[in-house]
């Protein structure tokens, strides 16, 4: 089966704790994303990447880190410097990057982060 | 900078009754735009999606969409919703232009909640 696969489903965290979560697509896609979703906020772009070893900050990238060592792999750091983590963490892929804006975005399951 | 307004937070209906969602955006050029849903507990899933075509696109589920340029809307539409459709629905735009070209930016959301 194609998709995307988020690990663990569930985290949580002490303060003052980084942790990473895992995003693995066998796709074949070229992109991938990292949101975050909080209630009646939507979804926000923290990184993406169009391509192997290269990543871009999206719109709230602050508190975070990304690698994009292989292309289907995508992990995200929440660092202790992000002042409110606990949310619900999706991952997407796309086929290509910015030259094919026609192919959808595919989403992973989540992973929902809280920290006590 | 791009944006989408959703303008419902929630819409409560009965079986039965027709379904509207409004989307609006910002962006004044070319843009691809999407409506995907979230079902409790499940993946984000794109319903259908807007390519300079027919700018009356069908998607799964009996979905459709209206593209009306001139007041830069892309509403969502059903004749006739059951109790399954009870989901989250988000509208989004591509970014069209730059590096950030086929990032996506999404409304807020609208939950619909159906009553049997």
């Known amino acids: 089966d194609g998709g995307i696969t988020q690990s663990p489903k569930y985290l949580f965290r002490k303060e003052g704790q980084n942790v990473t979560l895992s995003c693995e697509q066998n796709?074949?896609?070229?992109?991938m994303y990292w949101y975050r979703q909080d209630p009646g906020q939507g979804l926000r772009l923290i990184y993406y990447?169009?391509?192997?070893?290269?990543?871009q900050k999206g719109d709230i990238a602050e508190g975070y880190s990304v690698s994009r060592e292989k292309k289907e792999s995508f992990p995200l750091t929440v660092t202790s410097a992000q002042k409110n983590p606990t949310a619900f963490y999706l991952c997407?892929?796309?086929?290509?990057?910015?030259?094919?804006?026609?192919?959808?975005?595919?989403f992973g399951p989540g992973t929902r982060l809280t920290v006590l | 900078a791009q944006s989408v307004s959703q303008h419902n937070h929630h819409v409560i209906l009965s079986e039965a009754a027709s379904l509207e969602l409004g989307c609006n955006y910002s962006?004044?050029?070319?843009?691809?735009l999407f409506w995907y849903v979230q079902y409790p507990g499940q993946h984000l899933q794109l319903l259908l999606k807007?390519?300079?075509?027919?700018?009356l696109v069908k998607g799964i589920k009996g979905f459709e969409a209206e593209f009306i340029k001139s007041k830069f809307s892309f509403n969502l539409r059903k004749p006739s919703v059951q109790w399954s459709d009870t989901a989250e629905y988000f509208c989004?735009?591509?970014?069209?232009?730059?590096?950030?070209?086929?990032?996506?930016?999404f409304g807020k959301g609208t939950k619909l909640s159906v009553k049997p």
């Open positions: 997407a892929s796309k086929s290509a990057a910015g030259g094919y804006v026609q192919y959808e975005q595919f």
């Open positions: 796709l074949n896609h070229d992109a």
């Open positions: 990447s169009q391509i192997v070893n290269d990543f």
């Open positions: 962006y004044g050029g070319t843009v691809n």
């Open positions: 807007y390519f300079s075509e027919d700018p």
């Open positions: 989004a735009v591509n970014e069209g232009y730059g590096g950030s070209q086929g990032n996506l930016i």
